[in-house]
């Protein structure tokens, strides 16, 4: 019998109630979200539930949203992969605007640079992680450059004005 998106969702909501949500499919892969102080124990749970059997961390990456409440400032997407049936899924948990949820990373291995890649980027802490450190960019660097309050471009480039691209400024 294949594994059923209804079934994966019943199974989940028997262990975690409300704490998981918005179930839904989502470009052709079934996606939920989950509520981030339990998101570890969601993770550990879609890997050893035998009827599950999501062994495989496909990927792990932060998102930005800062035009969000506060609450959903942060977000990180977890996306696992059951070979045996060949199902995906796509685990959502959201967080407040000083970014904080529990390390997978002696979960998935893989997961250890990708939260590495995360924290980098976007400054998300991952508790427990065995070593959060900067990964691509410089050890200096104080800021996150992936967090939208930065500005893309310095306004004060004279290089990048409209008038040397062919372009003339609109009124």
């Known amino acids: ?11 989940l909501t028997q262990k975690f109630g ?4 918005n179930f839904e499919m989502s470009k052709d892969i079934f ?3 989950a509520a981030p102080n339990l998101i570890r124990e969601v993770i550990r749970f879609l890997k050893e539930e035998e009827s599950l059997n999501f062994h495989f961390l496909t990927d792990l990456a932060g998102i930005h949203f800062p035009d969000n409440d506060e609450n959903h400032q942060f977000s990180v997407v977890y996306q696992l992969h059951n ?8 685990v959502k948990t959201f967080l407040t605007e000083n ?3 529990d390390t997978i990373s002696d979960l998935f291995l893989c997961a250890n ?5 995360a924290w980098d980027f976007y400054g998300i802490n991952f508790k427990g992680h065995p070593q ?17 309050e ?8 004279t290089d990048k004005d409209d008038r040397f691209f062919g372009r003339t400024a609109q009124n």
């Open 113 to 117: 640079w990708m939260e590495r890649e």
């Open 18 to 21: 409300n704490n998981v949500l």
């Open 1 to 11: 019998m294949a594994l059923e998106t209804a079934y994966i969702q019943e199974k």
């Open 99 to 101: 970014p904080e949820t």
């Open 83 to 90: 070979w045996v049936e060949n199902v995906r899924i796509r």
């Open 132 to 148: 959060l450190k900067r990964i691509l960019n410089m050890i200096e660097m104080v800021s996150h450059p992936m967090r939208k």
């Open 31 to 33: 996606s939920f979200e």
């Open 150 to 157: 930065f500005p893309m471009e310095d306004g004060g480039r």
